[in-house]
């Protein structure tokens, strides 16, 4: 049954409900700690419990965004720990904001490149996801609320900017009191005027994967002699993978690991990268028993790729899929241009040029991207965050990433580890790595951050291992479709030799302050290509750690993760 169900049983039931009253709840003090960050609103559990924490959220994006009443909204989210209670307080609360039609999903697992699908498809005013992403999950581990606009993307800052002031102005909300339908099975509800349809919510997903890749031979790769792992992290895209990869391109049983998703995803961190995805990473990376290994993150936008013995870094997955895209159907007519998030390498730069392709550099943020894909100037786009995604939606797609890639191993029949060297060959290497600094005190990190941003001034001109800074600047955009800027968006040390350093602050953890060290080195075709990236990038490392003070302002020694 899918989103079109509607049985005659369902539509008589509907038409019997009495209609719910709808109750106005005070708030005495509005909360102010609900500015949206990089990516929604992310907090611990607890703060989500708090009373009325959630609802006051809810009911500021139902004032701010546009359409509500009549309007149709997707809800759904990654399974985690408070999902199920989200789902029943946001739809009693779109039935007192007069919401026609809401679509939701089985157990309310919706990934979030799924429900950007779902807005798309059926015009939605919006969508609201449950998710932190890759932040854990569970009582103790984090909840969070995202929302997408009519073109399926994350809400603009305009809009987040409105919903936040209006979070701080709040004097109460609108919620109807009632039993919220089970979401356990797929069929159609009413409370009040509000149809409910509980979908599939894995259906449109795959059906729109199918109408960009050649399954046929994916699927031949896969049920000959290439084993493949995938690990869904106990999180979102467990179903979408099993029917992807088991089902329809018939991998063995098996190839996905952790596919039930949990509500604290088995205790794991649910984020795709060496240091939490490390089962899957051994397997690859010290094993023989596979040729290609991915895994994707706690709502599924997120990608990791390994090849036997190979680690494709996010960045360069970008440059490899754009020099490669034509191979896919979905594809095969041409790219219109690609976009990269300022801090990704500029691998795929190199790309672009060469196939002549407009190139834009964007702030970090899949939202960033959105007007640029609306506008048709881009088809593919990634962040050096473990994101890669094109038009088909208007977020990043982790298990897009993963059929791209076995798209290109399924047509030129090598492995990972051959077309990356082939890349490299062609376009020049750009060692590149991120060194995170998790959980830093807030005023240590702020510290470093402005001390370094007042430093910046002063900066150009002099050396910086071994190189002279050509540009020290902190990041601004202006976009070129609706003209509107951007700053403050990472400070940047631009070398002569077209070597970079980037510092940010993270817009997405909850605990104290995150600070993002990124570190680039091109390397052009026929020089050395097989550095280890630490090593290549060791003398930009310590230099940044000289002039940013890292270890001694931030009292660690090493960074909490590398990438
Ligand atoms: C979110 C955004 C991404 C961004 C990432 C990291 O990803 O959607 O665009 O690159 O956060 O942001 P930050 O460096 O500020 O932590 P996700 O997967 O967490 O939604």
């Given at each position: 049954m899918t989103s079109s169900a509607s049985s005659d049983a369902s539509a008589a039931a509907m038409a019997a409900t009495p209609s719910p009253s709808v109750r106005q709840v005070s708030l005495s003090t509005p909360f102010t700690d609900q500015k949206p960050g990089t990516s929604g609103l992310r907090k611990s559990s607890r703060q989500f419990e708090q009373p009325h924490y959630l609802e006051s959220f809810v009911e500021a994006v139902f004032r701010v965004l546009?359409?509500?009443?009549?309007g149709t909204l997707i809800l759904g989210g990654d399974g985690r720990y408070g999902n199920r209670r989200a789902i029943g307080v946001i739809a009693r609360m779109a039935a007192a904001h007069g919401v026609a039609r809401l679509i939701t999903t089985t157990g309310g697992i919706l990934s979030t490149p799924a429900a950007s699908h779902l807005i798309r498809k059926h015009q939605a005013i919006a969508g609201i996801i449950l998710s932190a992403s890759h932040n854990p999950g569970g009582p103790e581990g984090d909840f969070g609320v995202k929302v997408n606009g009519a073109n399926g993307g994350p809400a603009p800052e305009s809009i987040t900017d409105a919903i936040f002031a209006a979070t701080t102005a709040l004097d109460g909300y609108r919620i109807v009191d009632a039993e919220t339908p089970s979401l356990d099975v797929p069929g159609v509800h009413a409370l009040g005027d509000l149809r409910i349809e509980v979908i599939d919510g894995v259906d449109d997903y795959v059906t729109l994967l199918q109408g960009l890749f050649d399954f046929g031979a994916i699927g031949a790769l896969l049920r000959g002699d290439f084993p493949i792992a995938f690990d869904a992290m106990h999180a979102v895209t467990g179903p979408y993978a099993s029917r992807l990869l088991e089902g329809l391109l018939g991998a063995p049983a098996g190839t996905v690991r952790n596919g039930t998703p949990l509500e604290d995803f088995g205790g794991g961190h649910p984020d795709p990268n060496l240091t939490y995805a490390h089962e899957l990473a051994e397997l690859l990376l010290d094993g023989d028993a596979y040729r290609f290994g991915a895994a994707c993150d706690g709502d599924g936008d997120r990608n990791m790729i390994l090849g036997h013995r190979c680690f494709v870094n996010p960045s360069d997955s970008l440059a490899v899929l754009t020099a490669n895209a034509t191979l896919a159907p979905g594809y095969a007519s041409g790219l219109a241009g690609v976009a990269r998030s300022m801090p990704t390498s500029a691998a795929v730069d190199v790309v672009a040029r060469d196939l002549n392709l407009p190139c834009y550099e964007t702030p970090t943020g899949w939202k960033f991207f959105g007007n640029l894909l609306d506008a048709g100037r881009i088809t593919l786009c990634g962040e050096e965050s473990f994101g890669t995604g094109s038009d088909h939606i208007r977020e990043k797609d982790g298990l897009w990433a993963v059929l791209f890639w076995l798209q290109i191993l399924a047509t030129r029949r090598c492995s990972v580890a051959e077309v990356m060297a082939d890349h490299w060959s062609r376009f020049g290497r750009h060692y590149y790595s991120r060194h995170d600094y998790e959980a830093i005190a807030s005023d240590r990190a702020h510290g470093l951050y402005d001390r370094l941003k007042g430093l910046l001034p002063s900066l150009v001109g002099t050396s910086f291992a071994g190189r002279s800074i050509a540009t020290a600047d902190d990041f601004s955009y202006t976009?070129?479709?609706?003209?509107s800027l951007t700053s403050g968006q990472g400070l940047r040390l631009l070398l002569d030799d077209g070597s970079r350093v980037v510092v940010r602050l993270s817009g997405t953890g909850t605990q104290g302050a995150t600070l993002r060290l990124y570190l680039e080195s091109y390397v052009a075709a026929?020089?050395?290509?097989?550095?280890d990236p630490q090593q290549a990038l060791a003398d930009l490392i310590t230099a940044a750690d000289q002039l940013a003070e890292i270890r001694s302002r931030t009292g660690m020694e090493r960074p909490t993760v590398i990438t």
């Open positions: 546009p359409g509500v009443a009549g976009d070129p479709v609706d003209g026929g020089g050395n290509l097989d550095q």
